[in-house]
């Protein structure tokens, strides 16, 4: 059984990546994240190196000032993916900050983050 670990084939790399996912499907859109995905294609999952979900992270730094609360949320996010990866349908999967972050303390935007992050991908995996 695979682990729910978050290698580096799990996440997209490159700016042609990111932009095709940003162009594909939005799946949901939440108080602080978009997460939007594109589908794998039936020849691209053919093969012993079928891909799998894959994510992208896009925190602004106009809508998080400091990077402690970037990172906090990526950190967040990421933990999220890694915890439905295996259940998610095969795409290139991105979650975008899109509201401006209020003065709240860290612990607590990182509780709301994560249960936004959850519902969100708990509506993937439907879709």
Known sequence: MPSATFPSAARL???????A?????RISRGVYFVLTARSVS???QIGPNAPRARLGL???KRFA???STRNALKRVVREAFRACRLSLA????VVRLNKHIE???LSALKRAAREEANAHFLRAERC
């Open 13 to 19: 790399h490159r700016p042609t990546e990111f932009f």
């Open 21 to 25: 996912a940003l162009s594909g499907r």
């Open 42 to 44: 039936l020849s691209e």
């Open 58 to 60: 896009v925190m602004a």
């Open 65 to 67: 000032h400091h990077a």
């Open 90 to 93: 095969p795409g290139d999967y």
């Open 103 to 105: 003065a709240i303390s």
